[in-house]
């Protein structure tokens, strides 16, 4: 199972530590590269989606980070999400100094953090990029791990270069694994090769699951991230947004008139809005990616004797580049160019650091699914949800999964109560929600005094039921529970 | 790009509990118990059952299964037979009954199965069995407080519950909810079929325990089980209890009520869908109120007041109905009242639920192993799947849908190369035809476009769209695969005779 390193974690090891005795320690050989180490201390702000008025519990976590040209602090995206106050701490230095996110890019989980205070960063030494590391290479991670309180150096060798899913993002980009011990703490410390830095220590496996299976942004993504924030935008690494099967059975290649000496993978469904979207074709085969080919099995070569899953040369790129595709359309050989866009999502993964979007209107909670919600709504939200989220779509009927949570109790919603939750809104006063923003204007049109709201059907329990209300008393009734729950506004910042 | 969101360590973090929440409205108990006197136990009435249950496997089910001991207990009727609860005589391929206090075990069958209402029928050749033996007599439906005794356990002693309240619960074992005597209870799960008394006359078996938020069990009411024997009255076979086949909302809100246009001094639930191949289709319409069932008023809240002024969801009164009986309704439609008679049908479900899942369905073709979706299958090995669950929860027929039908796995051979890791496919159409449940598989497959297969998954598989591989050759394909793994039937019996 995969984990964020970090987060919430220096407890387990406590207990052992206490009844060990320590010899004293050795003064340690002169290491250039302690000066760019840095120990992050970061005050987190959960948000409520459930509540989305209120906010959720703090919790203090800590990570690694190092020091960058430009006075700035490297770091991992996850080290410092939701953040309310970051302090970082020079290796072996006593003064903490509090720090800012500056630039932050999700998607490969990295963070780029400034401090104020020019003095933190004298006697400090940025640390030196180097190349993409080759298997069996050596390499050193720095850190603070659970364990201890000091810097913490483990060695190992590069034993994997693939794209992996990113926890924190949940996208599969480019990744080094390697087989130097990486635990929770050590997120965001700088893994050095000859004394370069070739990536950042981000995430592992829970110990039960796999040992020496850690991994490390590479540093191409560091790099392309850095020299996005100089020019003060991020962009994400693009995503095709096609899904597609591979053509390992000779039947099926023939069948769609591909060649013997032909490889490539079949489309079987293009995402609304995505990068591929009116470009490629259900029954499309793709055969080369920005002058890749692409194999049966869906990989494309890299480097010598090695292969990557297809959507490799995406992290090269940044949304909005154009990207050529070969394809075999009805048997004709075709080059179709993308340009090239973020994921397109029905239901959105965690999102960090932004504010729940919400509506509130005659006691009804209206708020859009995403896994932030999913994770704070109480009790087991339906299947359907789970399902959504997974193979969930956008399309042009719906962009958003708009729900009515549940539902604050009043005499106005009288009988709906408790039973109505976890909702998915299909219309209001006939006009279909595609999206939260739909509902200001709805509601704005209510059909012969009542607000009409009808729901999708969820199949089995509660199909087909309505919730109405009494128009002319709505207001009335939303101000009364605004003032009850002690709810500062009905809406949430994006619906005003 | 296949999706990165898929990945397994999400789905096991996500993973859902199975049976939708039930609504037990419990009432709640008295600090202290009055004193009551203990009853005289029904020494020659209670039994112990023994079964010896085959395991069917789901996921390969051309094999037998392997075999599992359970235990619970029946109770001795007017008449002869034995009633227990149907889980734990479901797929048994022996049974045997012991009396109280003896060590002999005498071999039983099972004569009649309500798997709807959790219920068996067992009867004794072996006429010694019966020689000092009393069955129980019926009693009356209890009301909340009545002090009852639960007879059963290892050594089928007795102990004491209170009654709190009658309603429709949920039942897991029957996947509809059942009318249930609910008490709080010492009864586990061991309790299998251990009866419940009131004054020494028989008035239900639990046939759920639910351990939260307190512990409660819910008993079938005896006049269910009375309803349950009428049904199988000359040796007819059961054949299950109806469903009105209608989804309703209550009304209790005035502006939803007036909204619908249900006058105010009236009341009633609204239909707001009609079941494909349901009891009332073609008869109900969606928006009709439905204000009275065979008489008596339905409220606001769906009840009627029928069990001693008990107030109680309208359907229980349809659980008393033998399948083909007709109910009478009074709806208000458009404004005007009505009155009409209803013949009643089988609940129609999309998924089958597991007390029905006797014999595995399957078709093995390619190596492709198809199957149609139920819970059983579910609760095998198969792996997790989202939209299974959501299907199997939420899921209602349709005529484009009537079983799902699957891709279960894939038994590798060169004629399936790169589609042979794959499993859990729902299957959309074969050749262009749409599979609306198993028996179209055969058919589609006879037919293929041209030199080839095509299978069409559903548009929301993570794999991908299509299955293509040669018709020609999926013949011997299919034999040899049989050879090698010892697979005896390329079909379960329920799909007919094979090639």
Partial sequence: MQTISNRRSLLPLLALLACLAFPAAAPAREDSLRKSLVKIFTTVQNPNYYEPWMVGAQENVSGSGCVIEGRRILTNAHVVANQIFIQVLKDGDTKKYTAKKEFVANDCDLAVLKVDDPAFFRGTKPVQFG???????????????????????????????????????????????????????????????????????????????????????????????????????????????????????DSLRAYYGMKKSQMGILVSQVVYQGSAWNKLKENDVLLSIDGFPIANDGTVRFGRGGRLNFAYPLCLHKIGDKMPCKILRGKKNMTVTLTLKDDARLVPFVKYDEKPSYLIFGGLVFTPLNLNYYQSAKGTPPPSFFSLYFDGLPSPKRKQVVLVSHILSHE???????????????????IPITEMKDLKKALAQPQEG?????????????????????????????????????ILADRSEDLK | MRHPLKSPFLILALALALAPACKPKPKPEPAVKPAVKAEKPLNKSVVKVFTTVQKVDFYEPWKPGTQAQQEGCGVILPGGHILTTSHITNKSNYIEVQKFGQTKRYVAKVEQVGYDLDLSLLSIEDQEFYKDTEPVEFGDLPSPGDKVTVQGGDELSVKQDTIS?????????AGRFLPALITYTDVDNKNNGCPVFLNGKFIGLPFEVVHSPEKTASLLPVNVVQRFLEGVKDGKTYDGFPDLGVEVQTLENPTLQSYEGLPADKTGVVVTKVLYQGSAEGLLKEGDILTAIDGHPIDNEGDINLVKNQRIDYSYLITFYQMGQSVSLDIFREGKAQSLMVPLKPLPRLVSYRSDDTHPTYYLYAGFVFVPLTTSYFQSKAAYKPSFKKLMQQGLPSPQRQEVVLISHVLPHDINVGYDKQFNLIVDKVNGMPITRMKDLITALGKPAGRYQVIEIDEHAWFGSKIVFEAAKAKKATAEIMAELQIPEDRSKDLGKGN
């Fill in chain 1, 131 to 249: 190349g993409l590391p080759s298997l069996k290479d050596k390499v050193e991670v720095y850190g603070y791990p659970v364990g201890g309180e000091e810097l913490s150096i483990t060695e190992g060798g590069i034993s994997r270069i693939e794209l992996i899913t990113y926890a924190h993002s949940m996208k599969q980009l480019f990744c080094i694994q390697t087989n130097a011990a990486i635990n929770p703490g050590n997120s965001g410390g700088p893994v050095f090769n000859r004394k370069k830095m070739v990536g950042v220590a981000f995430q592992g496996y829970n110990g039960a699951v796999a040992q020496n299976t850690g991994y490390i942004v590479p540093v191409q993504l560091i790099k392309r991230f850095l020299s996005q924030v100089k020019k003060k935008r991020y962009s994400p690494v693009p995503t095709l947004g096609i899904y597609t099967e591979s053509m390992e059975n």
């Fill in chain 1, 412 to 430: 106005i919603n009288k009988g709906y109560g408790a039973r109505y939750s976890n909702l998915i809104v299909e219309k209001v006063n006939g």
């Fill in chain 1, 450 to 486: 009542r607000q009409v709201i009808e729901f999708e059907d969820p199949g089995f329990e509660d199909v087909g039921d309505k919730i109405v209300l009494d128009a002319a008393k709505a207001d009335q009734a939303t101000r009364e529970i605004l003032a009850k729950n002690n």
């Fill in chain 2, 165 to 173: 309240g009658l309603d429709m619960f949920w039942s897991t074992e």
